[in-house]
């Protein structure tokens, strides 16, 4: 089912919304929401093409997700582009709730689960915050996501609310890599500025493993797993407070 979101109150950045059938959107704050709203439009169809680049890694990272989710659950994905990982984890569970800001990318999205005739699954333009939404959900699910995002401890909040009691958020997030780094980072460094003024890449600020796990267990978040696979893969689970040598109990996973 493709919805199309209201916009919502001033503050939270453009809001896609509906006119005479067409999809049209309203400046309400943020200019780097329109911005990569419009980079992901045109990205979208040349994304569900293309392969994914480490396929033992994905599998990997897919078969651990999939052990922590029950065939009860309600599951949210957000920022998922066309929803291609949450269709592979639709037979795992009751329902599947699957987002993004690019409405391009919820389209096709949308047409692969009617291709394949999944019928557990919801598709819905929107960005991070998802306000409208109201859950509560068993997993929520941010992959490749959060190093795209501003304002992350504003999206862990929110994930920690739409969440159950002891409720887990799963991510995969592009950290930065131990000392120099590899070539392709370094040029990626000098060269990301530069496509970014010229429209031709959206918002990114890479964190620190340190940095990022800091800012999870910050929004009363306990990780319970992670690994690089090659991405930091973190599955944390929601707590009342704010938990103690959280990483040290974690379970290190090698991928």
Not at 74 to 100: F, P, R
């Amino acid at each position: 089912m493709l919805l199309i979101k209201k916009s919502r109150p001033e503050g939270r950045g453009l809001r896609p919304r509906t006119t005479g059938g067409k999809i049209i959107r309203e400046p309400i704050g943020i200019l780097v929401v329109k911005k990569a709203t419009a980079f992901w439009d045109q990205l979208a169809k040349s994304y569900a093409a293309s392969p994914i680049k480490d396929m033992e890694s994905y599998k990997f990272t897919l078969q651990r997700t999939r052990s922590y989710l029950t065939v009860q659950d309600k599951i949210l994905e957000i920022g998922a582009g066309t929803g291609s990982t949450a269709l592979l984890l639709t037979s795992s569970v009751a329902h599947m709730t699957v987002t993004d800001i690019s409405p391009e990318m919820v389209k096709i999205g949308q047409a692969n689960a009617l291709q394949q005739g999944v019928n557990n699954i919801d598709f819905l333009v929107d960005d991070a915050m998802v306000e409208t939404l109201s859950g509560p959900y068993d997993v929520i699910l941010a992959h490749n996501l959060l190093h795209l995002i501003e304002d992350v401890s504003s999206v862990l909040s929110r994930a920690h609310e739409l969440l159950r009691p002891g409720g887990l958020f799963i991510s995969k997030t592009p950290c930065k890599p131990q000392g120099f780094g590899s070539i392709s980072y370094r040029l990626m460094e000098i060269f990301l500025p530069i496509m970014q003024l010229l429209g031709k890449a959206p918002f990114v600020a890479i964190p620190s493993v340190a940095t990022l796990e800091q800012l999870i267990e910050d929004q009363n978040f306990q990780i319970i797993e992670a690994c690089n696979c090659p991405t930091r893969y973190i599955v944390a689970r929601k707590t009342a407070g704010k938990p103690e040598n959280s990483r040290e109990s974690a379970q290190q996973v090698n991928g």
